[in-house]
């Protein structure tokens, strides 16, 4: 199917379902937000990190009954492919470490002891405020960007597109009380800058087509041709990065689950924000810039 020469449907005049549809979505997150946030990690809350190897195979719940011993029932055991186990729990003393790492030893087999690191809660009040400084930048930036580049409006447009995928991703991961952590910021910051760039992409189409518009042609004509226009680019691109983070969320293994999954989450939102709100947005912007004073009263 060619859709530089088939538009199936107009994506301006059925606008408003697209924003009812991305309300709908955007209203279930919002509220976990509110009633439950998220399930901060170590990096955030502060604790112990252990990376252990046994000698022999174990299993996951052998590590946990030697953890509840030491009354850490809470203890989040991940079970990597090389048999290796990733222990996020609360923050133990060198002497705690110590013991719980000897009765690993004595009960289960040799232990090699691959990381063992400490996040004290300060460290995590600090690496939230960074990634809300980094999420605040990145909005600025975008908005000067856009501006600049186009216009202000588009900034505009684009922002808001941007923010509803980082709800998104945000709000997925506290409705399914998924842990959080450093990576899932990166993986967050990743998003905005994939959303920005599909958003650029129609944008800079858009401001092609309306140097060449036909004769009587409206904008909102104008914006749809340009979505179809790109929507070969936006699927390909979407589906190619989505198969990969697919083979990754197989085989990549348990410690880089979550951060795969956000980016999945958040890739298909900003291919989504990116057609359906920012693009529609911004023609909504330029109608109300538009209409007569008297109309708009």
């Known amino acids: ?136 930048l990145a909005a600025v930036l975008i908005l000067i960007y856009v501006a600049w580049r186009f216009e202000f409006k588009q900034g505009v447009a684009a922002i808001i597109a941007v923010l509803h995928d980082v709800v998104i991703v945000v709000g997925v991961f506290s409705i399914l009380q998924f842990e959080v952590d450093s990576s899932f910021v990166a993986a967050v910051l990743t998003i905005v800058g994939f959303s920005l760039m599909d958003t650029i992409i129609i944008f800079d189409r858009t401001r092609e087509n309306i140097h060449l518009k036909k004769k009587g042609e409206a904008l909102g004509d104008i914006v749809n041709r340009s979505l179809w226009q790109t929507m070969s680019r936006s699927i390909n691109t979407t589906l190619a990065i989505v198969i990969l983070l697919l083979a990754l969320l197989v085989f990549g293994g348990v410690t880089v689950r979550h951060m795969v999954l956000a980016l999945m989450i958040g890739i298909i939102s900003g291919a989504y924000s990116s057609i359906f709100i920012a693009a529609p947005l911004w023609y909504d912007f330029k109608s109300l810039e538009n209409k007569p004073r008297a109309a708009r009263a």
């Open 1 to 136: 199917m060619n859709f530089r020469e088939s538009m199936p449907f107009h994506f301006i005049k059925l606008r408003k379902i697209w924003y009812t549809l991305s309300v709908v979505i955007l209203i279930p997150c919002i509220i976990s937000l509110f009633m439950q946030s998220l399930n901060q990690g170590i990096d955030f809350t502060g604790g112990t990190l252990l990376d252990l190897k046994f000698s022999n195979p174990a299993t996951i719940e052998q590590v946990r009954g030697v953890l509840n011993d030491f009354e850490l029932e809470g203890a989040s055991i991940q079970q990597s492919a090389d048999d290796s186990f990733l222990i996020r729990t609360r923050e133990l003393t060198e002497e705690e470490s110590q013991s719980l790492i000897s009765k690993l030893n004595g009960e289960l087999s040799e232990v090699t002891v691959l990381r063992d690191e400490r996040v004290g809660p300060v460290m995590g009040r600090e690496l939230i405020m960074k990634a809300f400084q980094a999420l605040a």
